[in-house]
């Protein structure tokens, strides 16, 4: 018996064309946000609408095409794979803090993802939702305010496409009051071009208005588009990954982020990723730049992202994946 | 100020990041480990006395291409062709299973497998001819690097010393295919086609040149089974998977050369390809970060020898040679350019190295085999015939002539005592391991399906004296009369053995038990207790050994004469050669099942050497051969493919013989 090695069984470096175009195209979506009005926040709760993990903040968000643990805060589709476990840990400008943890791995056919992901933000108000200024403050009088969501997703194959489909609880409580809802996420992607490039769809967040003693705001549903490409070759020891997003929220408005990450390998199974994004910010305290770094050794990595806000602060965020 | 402040601690991050990131290279970086190089001893000669094989012959070489004439992407077969030629509709060999990949091709290169070009470019020399044709093709690499190119320094050199090399272009069967070296073997046998009508047309330029009946195929990675692939679809009537596809080949290829090659991509009939009666040359480098086992010693092991013609199949692995050097499109990293992360490509020799051994070999085997310059023969069973043309590293060579009738191949049975046709006896003395296995590859989980015995012996006596040595181990085989008749040994016939030692030593050989000792002795009962001793540590059963081994090989014949020659004059008995493929620290031995392949020399020995080594020896009576252990006091040895041949004088080593 012999094995059935073969010499480089790669095809040839594909043309980043398409990707170029939703990238650019994420790029001048967000880009006038940088200017824009200070958004109203429209939605709750809160934690649905910060970014994932280290990660993906530092890459503007995007989650749509990116195969992360933390898919399952993102494109349901996309969660399995390999059995990871990711921890991360946030601090906002004001006294916020939050934090997540989501697992993955495959049982059969089915790609299985958990994800818990909880803001704890004093507030001064009594009563959910919580704005996003909650983010920002640091008031000496501040309530007890938190932000909660628990999330079970699934994927599979099926006629060449990856379905995936979550259900999830989310709450907010602030003072003594709270509103929850349940809500559901599904979604599509397909990998093309021999799987360099990602591509998913996915409607987020269906669900009725989360109440707290009769104060009712939406969801933040949306149904979002993103593409993805991962390590395009720069030379022997350099990567390029990149991802956009494009979502059209509940209200109409139609906002894009994109990201980019560049990483530095100078040995198998060791990188340095140095990330950058931008971003149309959809929460009253955020602001549209964000970046990040990242370095990975075999099974572990460790991810560092920061968050441009409002008043000039940011945000930064730790996430250590186990693979 | 601020500004200032915030340069140098953006500056102090950016080195301290470049320097973790180095630290952290540098700490998971495998040092260079090499095995120490002979060749300074090994190659110190140079014995025969023919025109040196890598330097470029008298004729000038000129060159043309031939192909469809429409190539959306290759201008050299749009706008270049000398030689127009048609289409082939390869479908039913490359088209499953995954259409897929036709519809890929389809997009990229404007055709699929139902239009498959015969494109190929040719270097051949000024001249009317007939001269002899030579096929060259690439194997798998990224479809849009082509690869065809990459063998310019062969089709120089081969056109210069008058023959004809076409390099096949295939790079539309390259990317992520699977199990298409079929279609990749059929593609070379319909440019043989193709030839044969430029040979025949009136006003090719080709016209007259080519001489159809002294034909080689040449191959590299998957195009080094393609050739195989080649050999077996020319004598077949229908191609075996689709006996609808009628083949009409039965061209005179005389000799396949295959490079790196895979094994067992395509399985004919769900069998591995059997292949018969053609002159075979084998050449593999140990640090292959693609091939990473000597893939092609399966099919080198598989070739038979039927009828009275003679043939030959030479096998040589180059040690400290990798996958794409033999190609100067691919290069020194096997897995592209970022391969360079995973690779380690320190311990290669150089790509003018591995090329100018490319040319010295295949030249010397084409010369050989087509044009009958038999003074290149004996480079084929054993190296060191040319060290002076040889670029300074090690060499194992494998060789068998077709006359070679095998006693023992380990194949046939179960029964280690028997070998491999009736009267033909195996035996081993106080040998510490005696067992028949399949060789294993360096890759883990699959072996070279070809059986070896494994013989470990140990001539310490285990005690306290620690110089005490018994009888040297042995392993004989032994032939009856009938069959000595049947294949004629005499003084004019050669043992021929395969060997490799391995470095695994067996612990020292139990003492003989004294029968005349009793339970109960007085003598015993006077002498006074022993001191109690310290536990010795545990041994494992065979510890790692690195000291240079030797042994002899007797002759007895009838009559009792005892001849005796030290195998080191016949080939260096190196323990395996390591190569270290991967830049991780522990990489090659999570990935391999060993940082080393098993690469067994073929040792030839005239019994006529015997004969003067003890004058009385009659070779024509010989009844036994014996591997005896006396040169090296403990060690392991596989050992294969024992035998006879006749070998034709052509292949001696030249006068003056080796210096051991």
């Given at each position: ?63 749509m095409a990116t195969r992360d643990v933390d898919a399952v805060f993102g494109n349901p589709a996309l969660v399995g794979g390999n059995n990871t ?239 | ?660």
């Amino acid at each position: 018996m012999t094995r059935t090695h073969s010499h480089s069984a790669r095809t040839a470096s594909l043309r980043p064309s398409s990707f170029v175009i939703a990238f650019a195209l994420a790029l001048a979506l967000s880009v006038p946000a940088c200017t824009a009005r200070a958004q109203r926040d429209h939605y709750a709760p809160l934690v649905l609408q910060l970014p994932a993990s280290a990660r993906t903040m530092a890459m503007g968000g995007v989650t749509m095409a990116t195969r992360d643990v933390d898919a399952v805060f993102g494109n349901p589709a996309l969660v399995g794979g390999n059995n990871t476990l990711s921890l991360t840990g946030s601090r906002y400008p004001g006294a916020a803090t939050a934090g997540q943890l989501a697992t993955a791995m495959n049982v059969g056919k089915l790609g299985i993802g958990l994800g818990v992901s909880m803001l704890d933000a004093p507030t001064t108000t009594e009563l959910p939702p919580l704005q996003s200024q909650v983010l920002l403050d640091d008031e000496s009088f501040a309530r007890p305010g938190s932000s909660l969501a628990a999330t079970v997703a699934a994927s599979f194959n099926w006629k060449g496409f990856r379905w995936g489909a979550a259900g999830k609880y989310a709450e907010e409580r602030a003072y003594f009051s709270r509103g929850g809802a349940y809500a559901a996420d599904i979604g599509v992607t397909k990998d093309i071009r021999n799987g360099t490039i990602t591509t998913g769809l996915a409607v987020q967040n269906i669900g009725t208005p989360i109440r707290g003693n009769g104060v009712g705001r939406n969801l933040p549903t949306r149904v979002a588009l993103g593409i993805g490409r991962t390590g395009y070759g720069l030379g022997k020891w350099f990567d390029l990954g990149g991802a956009a997003n494009f979502a059209v929220r509940r209200d109409g408005r139609f906002v894009g982020s994109g990201g980019g990450e560049l990483s530095y390998v100078p040995i198998e199974g060791v990188s340095f990723a140095l990330r950058g994004g931008v971003r149309a910010p959809e929460l009253h305290a955020q602001q549209p730049i964000t970046a990040g770094l990242g370095v990975m050794l075999d099974r572990v990595a460790l991810d560092y992202g920061w968050e441009s806000m409002r008043g000039g602060g940011g945000a930064h965020r730790i996430s250590i994946r186990l693979r | 100020m601020k500004t200032a402040a915030r340069n140098r601690r953006a500056s102090l991050a950016t080195w301290s990041t470049l320097l973790i990131a180095s630290v952290t290279a540098g700490c998971l970086t495998t040092p260079l480990k090499l095995t120490p190089d002979d060749s300074p001893v090994v190659l110190s000669q140079q014995l025969i006395a023919a025109p040196d094989p890598g330097m470029r012959g008298p004729l000038a070489v000129k060159t043309l291409y031939y192909g469809s004439g429409t190539d959306e992407r290759r201008p050299e077969f749009r706008d270049s062709v000398a030689i127009r030629t048609a289409t082939v509709d390869g479908s039913k060999l490359a088209g499953p299973p995954n259409p897929e990949q036709g519809k890929i091709r389809k997009k990229y290169w404007g055709f699929d497998f139902t239009k498959l070009p015969v494109n190929g470019r040719v270097w051949y020399p000024e001249g009317a001819g007939p001269f002899p044709l030579v096929l060259i093709v690439h194997g798998n690499h990224s479809m849009e690097e082509y690869s065809d190119p990459g063998y310019r320094y062969l089709g120089e050199l081969l056109a210069s010393r008058g023959f004809i090399l076409a390099s096949v272009d295939e790079n539309f069967l390259n990317g992520f295919m699977r199990g298409e070296n079929d279609a990749r073997g059929w593609m070379l046998l319909k440019h043989l086609q193709a030839w044969r009508r430029f040979n025949d047309s009136t006003g090719s330029p080709l016209q007259g040149k080519v001489d159809m009946h002294r034909i080689a195929l040449m191959g590299h990675s998957r195009g080094g089974e393609a050739v195989a692939v080649a050999g077996a679809f020319n004598r077949l009537s229908h191609y075996p998977d689709d006996a609808n596809v009628k083949f009409d080949f039965d061209f005179d290829i005389k000799s396949l050369v295959a490079i790196a090659p895979v094994d067992g991509q395509y399985t004919p009939a769900n069998k591995p390809t059997p292949l018969s009666n053609y002159n075979y040359f084998l050449i593999h480098g140990s640090h292959d970060g693609d091939v990473s086992s000597f893939s092609g010693l399966a099919q080198y092991e598989r070739i038979r020898y039927t009828g009275d013609s003679s043939y030959f199949k030479s096998a040589i692995y180059v040690y400290r040679a990798n996958h794409g050097q033999w190609n100067t499109v691919w290069g020194s990293l096997d897995g592209g350019k970022r391969s360079a992360r995973v690779l380690d490509i320190r311990g290669l020799i150089s790509q003018a190295d591995q090329r100018r051994f490319a040319e010295v070999y295949i030249t010397a085997f084409l010369e050989a085999t087509l044009r009958d310059k038999r003074e290149y023969l004996p480079m084929f069973r054993d190296h060191r015939v040319a060290g002076r043309w040889l670029p300074k590293t090690m060499y194992i060579t494998r060789f068998q002539e077709s006359s070679f009738h095998a006693a023992a191949n380990y194949e046939e049975d179960v029964d280690v005592t028997s070998g491999s046709v009736p009267g033909v006896t195996l035996e081993g003395d106080s040998l510490a391991t005696w067992k028949e296995a399949v060789i294993p590859y360096r890759w883990r989980g699959s072996d070279q399906g070809h059986n070896a015995v494994t013989i470990g012996w140990n001539n310490h006596i285990a005690g306290d004296d620690t110089t005490k040595l018994g009888k040297p181990a042995s392993y004989s085989v032994t032939i009856d009369d009938s069959l000595r008749s049947a294949w004629r040994v005499d003084g004019g016939s050669s043992l021929v053995f395969s060997l490799a030692p391995t470095d695994a030593k067996p612990g020292p050989r139990s003492p003989a038990k004294d029968s005349t000792k009793a339970k109960g002795d007085s003598a015993s009962k006077k002498s006074p207790a022993p001191k109690a001793k310290p536990k010795p540590k545990p041994k494992k059963d065979a510890e790692r050994d690195s000291i240079p081994m030797d042994l002899s090989i007797e002759a007895v014949d009838a009559a009792g004469h005892v001849a005796r020659v030290p195998l080191s004059g016949y080939g260096v008995p190196r323990r395996p050669l390591e190569a270290f493929v991967y830049r991780r620290a522990g990489r090659d031995k999570e990935r391999f099942a060993n940082t080393f392949e098993y690469v067994l020399q073929t040792y030839t020995i005239p019994l006529a050497d015997f004969v003067r080594a003890t004058p009385g020896f009659d070779a024509s009576r010989l009844t036994t051969v014996r591997w005896r252990f006396d040169r090296t006091v403990a060690g392991t040895v596989l050992l294969d493919n024992i035998g006879f041949a006749r070998i034709p004088a052509a292949f001696d080593v030249p006068a003056g013989g080796m210096k051991p």
